[in-house]
């Protein structure tokens, strides 16, 4: 993988989870929601089964799945952060716009 695209990647999750937070986060009026659920998210980006497994047969999806976590790439692993990071920073904009005055819904 070139480290344009791994910058490019790393910018998209970025963008896309800090606008998803900030959007749960202000209609939900809770602050860090969606840096509590990134980690079910990233469960449901990584694994290759239906969400149904999770309940039918945990005790086989949830070793796969962290098999699959601990064989991710050091570049699919960046970019998941990227998308980590969006969501705290959103968490923090959040914050402090609470924090000047702007009451959002």
């Known amino acids: 993988m070139d480290f344009i ?12 989870f ?12 809770s602050t860090w929601f969606m840096a509590f659920v990134y980690p079910a998210v990233v469960l449901l980006i ?5 969400l149904g497994k999770y309940f039918t047969e945990p ?9 699959m976590i601990a ?8 970019i998941l952060s990227g998308g980590l990071a969006g969501t705290i920073v959103a968490g923090v904009v959040i914050r402090l716009l ?8």
């Open 5 to 16: 695209q791994l910058f490019i990647g790393i910018l998209l999750y970025l963008v896309l």
């Open 46 to 50: 990584v694994d290759d089964f239906s």
């Open 18 to 29: 800090f606008s998803i937070a900030f959007i749960l986060n202000m209609l939900l009026r």
């Open 98 to 105: 609470r924090k000047s005055g702007y009451q959002m819904f």
């Open 71 to 78: 064989n991710l790439k050091m570049f699919d692993i960046l």
């Open 59 to 67: 005790a086989w999806a949830f070793p796969r799945v962290l098999e």
